[in-house]
């Protein structure tokens, strides 16, 4: 199955500051999704992004399908960013995604 | 719009005990997933729905896990006997179908062994 793997597995921040996760895959994926797990454990889709570019507010995300990796932008970031941020990929099996270890961030005032 | 419903929201059980899990999903969500999710992990899926239909099912521990979606709408996720290990949050989600594969989770199940 496909591996997902990110980076970097801690990130500590100030409020405003800005902040570049990564997410790598093994194989092909044509289904491709970034999360943020509140601290009480709510996930929350971000993206749906499984080539190109979207951005919603301070958040935005690419995908290189052809090298097969995933970048999530957040700017200006604020307190309630902090969290557990996943990125997770399907292959040719719709729907069955794979998820990664995840980003630990937390953003302090 | 209401999202994905899961009750209980929280359960601590003795090992050997049954326990059951329920989810309603997003209204005319065709396809449902059931999650299971440890402490410092991402999420691993069990189950997948379409419809009525399991269709991947293969990281579902049968000899001890079951799960049903009678009338492609409601499910239900069983661990018999609980052991240990099963101690996860059990997440559901769903979404509107291939191609538009957009996955919505609900608040989850806390689940612990004793």
């Known amino acids: 199955g496909i591996q997902v793997e990110q980076s970097p597995p801690d990130l500590i921040l100030q409020e405003g500051a800005n902040s570049t996760l990564r997410c790598n895959f093994s194989?092909?994926?044509?289904?491709l999704q970034w999360f943020h797990q509140n601290p009480w454990g709510q996930l929350i889709n971000l993206f749906y992004?499984?080539?190109g570019t979207k951005q919603n507010g301070r958040l935005s995300a690419t995908t290189v399908a052809t090298e097969r990796y995933s970048l999530l932008y957040i700017s200006s970031s604020q307190t309630t960013d902090s969290g557990v941020y996943f990125c997770?990929?399907?292959?040719?099996?719709?729907?069955?995604?794979?998820f990664g270890q995840g980003t630990i961030l937390t953003v302090h005032p | 719009e209401a999202g994905v419903v899961q009750s209980p929201r929280y359960k601590i059980i003795e090992k050997k005990q049954p326990v059951a899990f329920w989810c309603n999903p997003i209204?005319?969500?065709?396809?449902l997933y059931w999650y299971r999710q440890n402490l410092g992990q991402g999420p691993e899926l069990l189950i997948r729905?379409?419809?009525?239909?399991?269709?991947?099912d293969s990281q579902l521990p049968k000899d001890r896990f079951s799960a049903e979606r009678l009338k492609g709408v409601d499910s239900t996720l069983k661990i018999q006997p609980a052991e240990l290990g099963d101690s996860a949050v059990y997440l559901c989600?769903?979404?509107?179908?291939?191609?538009?594969?957009?996955?919505?989770f609900g608040p989850g199940t806390r689940l612990l062994v004793l």
């Open positions: 989600a769903s979404s509107l179908g291939a191609p538009r594969e957009t996955q919505y």
């Open positions: 997770a990929g399907g292959g040719t099996s719709y729907g069955k995604l794979t």
């Open positions: 194989d092909s994926v044509n289904n």
């Open positions: 209204s005319g969500h065709n396809t």
């Open positions: 992004i499984p080539s």
């Open positions: 729905y379409e419809n009525e239909e399991a269709v991947d």
